[in-house]
């Protein structure tokens, strides 16, 4: 699903708002995620997730196409854990893990 599939899911689930009324809220809510992970917080929302940062620290990769190591610095990624609800509700939706774990065996 992306943003703007959201955006017209709320509208169809809520018609009396206008389009614009879920771009905007859809948008707001995004921001402030983005903006608490960016001052280094932590965001959780029961019953769905938690976002936080994850530190890699620096290291020293290859240049695929050369084999020249190149200096790769220390940073912090977004990382996302789903919540309790959230693993059940999939789980139970797409017939429990063991299943989906055989039909795609990446």
């Known amino acids: 699903m992306t943003k703007s599939d959201l955006i017209v899911r709320l509208n169809t689930k809520f018609s009396r708002y206008v ?8 948008s707001a809510i995004l921001d402030s995620i983005g903006q608490s992970l960016s001052e280094g ?4 929302i029961r019953g769905f997730g938690s ?5 890699r620290p620096p290291r020293v990769g290859r240049n695929p ?3 020249q190591r190149v200096d790769v610095p ?11 609800e959230l693993r059940a509700r999939v789980n139970s ?8 774990a055989e039909k795609n065996p990446s």
Not at 51 to 55: D, G, P, R
């Open 41 to 44: 917080s932590r965001v959780e």
């Open 74 to 84: 220390g940073k912090y990624v977004p990382h996302f854990r789903a919540g309790k």
């Open 65 to 67: 196409k050369t084999g």
């Open 93 to 100: 939706s797409l017939g429990g893990g063991a299943e989906r």
């Open 51 to 55: 976002f936080s940062l994850n530190y």
């Open 19 to 26: 389009s614009l009324d879920c771009q905007e809220s859809v």
